[in-house]
Nanobody, 127 residues
């Protein structure tokens, strides 16, 4: 199983980025996909999750109203659109997959619920 995250970069405060996570080696619709982030010196933090069927979404209060998560199952890809970026959004962003089996509508917010992790993509927001 591989999860390949991309789309990070350097952006000014107020700008936008779209992160992508491409999965391979798994039955994509059996997995909810989430994004987490880890800033230097801080713990890993949940950002957002989308269920296997794409019908349900969960997101952290810190990004609500500024982010949207979506998935294209035929492309085996999940996107995280982040707008109105702030310097405190600076972190390495990781995508992860949580097996939900037949419970296609489940979302997950705890890192220990996830089975597979990507390598991370760095987002740096300058003030």
């Amino acid at each position: 199983v591989q999860l390949q995250a991309s789309g990070g970069g350097l952006v000014q405060a107020g700008g936008s980025l779209r992160l992508s996570c491409v999965a391979s080696g798994l039955t994509f619709t059996n997995y909810a996909v989430g994004w987490f982030r880890q800033a230097p010196g801080k713990e890993c933090e949940f950002v957002a999750c989308i269920s296997g069927n794409g019908d349900n979404i969960a997101s952290a209060d810190s990004v609500k109203g500024r982010s949207s998560i979506s998935r294209e199952n035929y492309e085996r890809t999940v996107y995280l659109q982040m707008d109105s970026l702030k310097p405190e959004d600076t972190a390495v962003y990781y995508c992860a997959a949580a097996y939900s089996g037949g419970a296609y509508w489940f979302t997950y917010s705890r890192s220990d619920e996830y089975d597979y992790w990507g390598q991370g993509t760095l987002v740096t927001v300058s003030s």
